[in-house]
């Protein structure tokens, strides 16, 4: 029998994968989820286990085959048009070509002696978007992190530390009449910033929930005045926390403005670029981050508009010496007492994580392939193609739209001519609840003014305006159903 840690079954395993994965990419069909009861699929995959046994289990091909094939058909489908409810993307299938490669080469990289090639595709990765900052080439950093949640987190907590430079050694102040430290947000902010502020000893009492205007953004002259009225109740604001582009609606909050006003009250500026970053590529939508050169910190998920396999965030420091700041501490097993060319790269002691997906390598390997086109190209065709079906929307009498979609985010309402008000909120939870059952399209949906409207973001390569018109027809068709049911 070939040993499970040999090369002899690598092969057929791989073209096992191959052909389930080639067949996966090549159907176009319009689907959403296949939502299955979670008995029955745990059935289906304890059927697929090897029967208990004291000696390992002879390989049968037939049973990877299953897997592959359970996995792939059940959960979300990102490579159909059908798919237009969440923000990961549908992958360029080469990224994940580059993934499979490092969950075989198994290369953490947190340490340069571990992954040099992530470390170093790290380092040039962040000098080739810096292109897009503006910051002076060798005074930022730039560190990798699992998810855009995590780079949150670490970014306010390099700032509560700089701002509060006791705080890792002694805890809190604050006790003693001391200023407490507090954050602003936008009120639409991210559910991950005020769970990160929650982890560093920040209370929802010292979270500064900043006014918003019509469009969903944070309203600069309105900040002023509500982080003055903060300071006057004993708060000290280390850090504002402003969005590019937000989750509910994508909004891009005016960073050029709050830039300014941080600066002049002396606050560090983290902008959660998480789903807009990516923006930054396209020379026709940078505008749209004007100002990003002023923040402290920014956090840009490349597993969002970067089309590649999650998680890949890039936390971006403006001042090298920043990104030091976030974890104080020493551990001689992995941080080197005696620094040299090697152990400049390491990121060990600036990301959370110790071990370290290589996460960089797939995102380093479309940009040297393609180059920065690939990203530009498809990321002004998403935010095009939302602006088209947000035209689309403003012909149809019945459906209502709730905002001019910046990117490629856009919440709209079913409204029939004989739903009154109190209803609205009540039909658009149903429809998306019984869209996501029956499996022909996936969407999700968010509150907006406190009322539910359906969401949807572009995301999907294959997309078309005529699909949109499809879910429509899928939209008014569910609620069709759903008001015979209930009469
Ligand atoms: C604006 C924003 N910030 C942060 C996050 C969290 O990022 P992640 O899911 O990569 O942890 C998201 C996720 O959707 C987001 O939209």
Not at 454 to 475: D, K, S
């Amino acid at each position: 029998m070939a040993s499970a840690f040999g090369a002899e079954l690598f092969r057929a395993n791989t073209e096992t994968v191959l052909g389930r994965l080639e067949s996966h990419l090549s159907d176009s069909s319009i689907r959403g989820l296949d939502l299955i009861d979670p008995e029955t699929l745990t059935q289906a995959a304890r059927a697929l286990m090897a029967a208990e046994r004291d000696e390992i289990a002879p390989f049968d091909e037939k049973r990877l085959d299953g897997i592959v094939d359970l996995y792939v058909r059940t959960g979300i489908q990102v490579h159909s048009p059908g798919y237009m409810g969440r923000q990961f993307s549908g992958v360029v299938p080469l990224g994940g070509v580059v993934d499979f490669v490092s969950s075989v080469v198994n290369q953490p990289s947190s340490f340069y002696e571990a992954g040099q090639l992530p470390s170093v595709a790290e380092r040039i990765m962040a000098e080739e978007l810096n292109r897009f900052i503006g910051w002076e080439p060798g005074s930022f950093a730039m560190v990798t992190t699992s998810g855009g949640s995590l780079a949150n987190l670490t970014a306010l907590l390099a700032a509560r530390n700089k701002a509060f430079p006791d705080f890792w050694s002694s805890g809190s102040p604050g006790a003693d009449g001391a200023p407490r430290p507090a954050v602003a947000v936008g009120a639409d902010v991210h559910y991950s910033v005020s769970r990160a502020a929650g982890i560093l000893g920040i209370g929802e009492s010292q979270i500064v929930r900043l006014p918003l205007d019509r469009e969903q953004r944070i309203c600069p002259e309105r900040a002023r005045g509500a982080l003055e009225a903060a300071e006057r109740q004993g708060l000290k604001v280390f850090a504002l926390v402003a969005s590019a582009g937000t989750t509910s609606v994508g909004a891009f909050d005016p960073l050029d403005e709050l830039g300014d006003l941080a600066r002049e009250l002396g606050i560090w500026l983290h902008v959660d670029g998480a789903h807009g970053a990516g923006l930054l590529v396209s020379d026709k939508l940078r505008h749209k981050l004007r100002g990003i050169e002023k923040a402290d910190s920014l956090a840009w998920d490349a597993h969002k508009m970067m089309f590649v396999p999650a998680p890949c965030t890039l936390l971006f420091y403006r001042n090298k010496e920043d990104s030091d700041g976030a974890f104080q501490q020493h551990a001689s097993y992995v941080f080197d007492e005696e620094p040299d060319r090697y152990t400049e790269l390491d990121s060990g002691g600036r990301n959370f994580e110790c071990t370290k997906r290589p996460m960089i390598m797939p995102l380093w390997t479309l940009w040297s392939v393609y180059g920065r086109a690939l990203f530009a190209e498809k990321i002004e065709y998403l935010c095009e193609l939302t602006e088209e079906i947000h035209g689309i929307l403003l012909e149809e009498p019945d459906f209502e739209t709730v905002h001019r979609p910046e990117a490629n985010i856009l919440c709209f309402r079913h409204r029939p001519a004989d739903l009154s008000d109190e209803h609205v909120h009540r039909l658009q939870v149903a429809i998306r609840n019984r869209i996501k059952i029956q499996g022909n399209f996936f969407i999700s949906k968010v509150n907006v003014d406190g009322v539910a409207a359906l969401r949807v973001v572009m995301m999907n390569h294959r997309i078309t305006a005529e699909n949109f018109r499809m879910l429509l027809g899928e939209i008014r068709r569910v609620a069709a159903e759903l008001s015979a049911a209930a009469r």
